[in-house]
């Protein structure tokens, strides 16, 4: 049995949890079920987190990698991370009712590759390799773009011509993506880099809000799924400036040791992460002797995304509005 921490008080980080483009996806899905029933097939999980997927799989919807496991006919939704030409382009042949909840600021990013492709550029991609982002945005073409994970990687890009843009996985370490952009820069000095960065705001916000939780915390406990790469970075970032981290589901994976001699808790929840679950979390903290729980000044978030065409009218304000 665990031995109960000497807990003192829980400190939140703030903005924490979902950002728009989470809220506008699971609406999307949640929308679909309503106006034509169950099944709803979603390829790959909506965002990234294991409660949100298992509760819409409660509610009728079917999580699909391969086209070919949906059948003819049905609705089929993009997930936020976005999907590549080659799938959007098969989806639309096998005839599929598709709402897509690719995040808008991806989706922006998808939109400048296929500008500036026209223009004949090359990319040069920071990301991580595999992430479905990623595959997604680099699946934009069928060519001439280049996936740099770490700044080593940046030697090893040989564009063809000397027209080379630069984008970016939206949920990467600020900081990291900002290093290895150096280094491309170093090295192709005339790359063209966006007109904003493309890093999301939700993740420069969550971020920096970290970066103002760990100093004054004595361990951080980042609310995610091990397949969030935004909730993955916050941890890293907090270890980073020297705060003990760990990364929990939900309030069943914390343990009391973690506490031992730290009485000063920091939380905090990545993009896709709910806050229900960080309500469960800081019951949970009470239980190991917390009895302070406050929250950090920080940004307060107003962005809202408009849902596709089809799924009604209702803006994205008021639908947080009817949620709390």
Known sequence: MDQTPMLTDVTLAEPRGFCAGVDRAIEIVERALKRFGAPIYVRHEIVHNTYVVNDLKAKGAIFIEDLADVPPGATLVFSAH??????????????????????????KVHIEVAKLAREGYEFVMIGHKGHPEVEGTMGQL???????????????????????????????????????????????????????QDICYATQNRQDAVKLLAPKVDVVVVVGSPTSSNSNRLRELAERLATPAYMVEGAADLRAEWFTDRPRVGLTAGASAPEVLVQEVIARLRAFGATSVRALPGVQETVHFPLPKGLGDKSMQEVAASRS
């Open 82 to 107: 976005g999907v590549s030409k080659g799938v959007r382009d098969e989806a639309q042949a096998r005839g599929f009712q598709v709402f897509d909840a690719t995040c808008p600021l991806v989706n």
């Open 142 to 196: 069928s060519e001439g773009i280049y996936l740099v994970e770490d700044v080593a990687d940046v030697a090893g890009v040989q564009p063809r011509g000397d027209k080379l843009a630069v984008v970016t996985q939206t949920t990467l370490s600020v900081d990291d993506a900002a290093e290895i952009l150096a280094a491309v820069k170093r090295r192709f000095p005339h790359v063209r880099e966006p007109k904003k």
